[in-house]
């Protein structure tokens, strides 16, 4: 899949674990989310084919987006966590193509809601609501404009209930 940026997006290969690292490694201040990645990499809900890479032309990944299962009450949905792209490519597309990526492929899989905990700028125009307004909350307190969800499917109205997370996420 091709973007508007000319960026290649594709599903993560076994040969990207090392570069997925290093985005990730590179795009945040600690190695905690490096460390959340690869937690989920050996957790119940890593849905293979929905670790997200954006690449240029020679094939490099540069930015990474990953799905998860997560439950949204019984509900199964996905959270979208973390994002990265290497501070050089930021601000390129390279993280919205992957983004724009793993949403498409999760609805080519039948997946129908999906949460993100994060700038409430940035997500809305993949097509992230507020959560609460429909009665989806956390256990924990978060800015209620960060909790965002959305249904890939509009004829499946988001379920309400408390997000629950895999276990690597700790919450």
């Given at each position: 899949?091709?973007?508007?940026?000319?960026?290649?997006?594709?599903?993560?290969?076994g040969?990207?674990?090392?570069?997925?690292?290093?985005?990730?490694?590179?795009a945040?201040?600690?190695?905690?989310?490096?460390?959340?990645?690869?937690?989920l990499?050996?957790?119940?809900?890593?849905?293979?084919?929905?670790?997200?890479?954006?690449?240029?032309?020679?094939?490099?990944?540069?930015?990474?987006?990953?799905?998860?299962?997560?439950?949204?009450?019984?509900?199964?949905?996905?959270?979208?966590?973390?994002?990265?792209?290497?501070?050089?490519?930021?601000?390129?597309?390279a993280?919205?193509?992957?983004?724009?990526?793993?949403?498409?492929?999760?609805?080519?899989?039948?997946?129908?809601?999906?949460?993100?905990?994060?700038?409430?700028?940035?997500?809305?125009?993949?097509?992230?609501?507020?959560?609460?307004?429909?009665?989806?909350?956390?256990?924990?307190?978060?800015?209620?404009?960060?909790m965002?969800?959305?249904?890939?499917?509009?004829?499946?109205?988001?379920?309400?209930?408390?997000v629950?997370?895999?276990?690597?996420?700790?919450?």
């Amino acid at each position: 899949m091709r973007t508007r940026n000319d960026w290649i997006t594709r599903a993560e290969t076994g040969a990207d674990i090392p570069a997925v690292r290093e985005i990730i490694l590179a795009a945040f201040e600690t190695p905690l989310e490096a460390g959340l990645v690869d937690a989920l990499r050996t957790d119940p809900s890593w849905i293979d084919g929905l670790s997200i890479v954006s690449a240029g032309e020679d094939g490099k990944p540069v930015g990474h987006a990953l799905l998860t299962r997560c439950h949204i009450g019984d509900t199964p949905a996905l959270c979208l966590a973390p994002v990265a792209v290497l501070p050089e490519h930021q601000h390129n597309g390279a993280g919205s193509a992957a983004i724009r990526a793993a949403l498409a492929t999760a609805e080519d899989m039948g997946e129908r809601y999906v949460t993100v905990l994060g700038h409430p700028a940035y997500y809305p125009r993949f097509g992230f609501g507020r959560a609460s307004a429909h009665g989806i909350g956390l256990t924990i307190d978060v800015p209620d404009e960060a909790m965002m969800a959305m249904s890939l499917d509009e004829t499946h109205p988001l379920p309400s209930g408390t997000v629950r997370y895999a276990a690597p996420f700790g919450i």
